[in-house]
C-alpha cells in the first residue's frame, strides 16, 4: 500500500444507541468483526459488506488496504468490513443498523470524516 489513507474506527466512541432505542449502555455489535480480522476476511471473502458506505467489497482488492492485521475498505478507507455471514438478518437491516449506530444518520459520505475520527497516513 502506497501512502494510502486509511480511519481508524474509534473503538472508545459511545454508540447511538438512542437511534435505535437501545439501551444506552450497550456496545457496539461488531467491534470483535472489524479489528484483527484479517484471517477472518479471508476465510469469508466471497461476501463482504463495509459498515460505513455500505458498499459490497470485492476481496481481490482488499489484501492492498490491510494494516496491523485489519482490514480497510478500498472505498471509504475505514476498517468497517464485515463479512455478510456474521450480519444477522434481515441482513440489510441490520447492517443499516449498525451503521446508524457507529456513524449516525447523515454520514453516509464516502469522502467526509467526523469529529471523532483519525486519518493516518501509512506507507
Ligand atoms: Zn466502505
Redesign the pocket.
Known amino acids: 500500500m502506497n501512502n494510502k489513507k486509511i480511519i481508524w474506527f474509534n473503538r472508545f466512541k459511545k454508540p447511538n444507541n438512542w437511534i435505535l432505542d437501545r439501551d444506552e449502555n450497550l456496545p457496539f455489535p461488531f467491534l470483535n468483526l472489524i479489528f484483527d480480522n484479517i484471517t477472518h476476511i479471508s476465510a469469508n471473502k466471497d461476501e463482504l459488506k463495509?459498515i460505513?458506505?455500505l458498499?459490497d467489497?470485492n476481496y481481490t482488492e482488499i489484501n492492498k488496504y490491510c494494516y496491523k492485521g485489519s482490514v480497510f475498505?478500498p472505498?471509504?478507507s475505514?476498517n468497517?468490513?464485515v463479512p455478510i455471514i456474521n450480519i444477522p438478518e434481515p441482513t440489510l437491516e441490520t447492517l443499516k443498523n449498525w451503521h446508524l449506530l457507529a456513524f449516525g444518520m447523515f454520514a453516509h459520505r464516502?469522502n467526509s470524516i467526523s469529529d471523532d475520527e483519525s486519518e493516518y497516513e501509512i506507507e
Do not use: L
Request: hydrophobic share 25%; glycine share 0%; charged share 10%.
Open positions: 463495509c460505513y458506505c458498499s467489497v475498505c472505498i471509504c475505514r468497517t468490513i464516502p
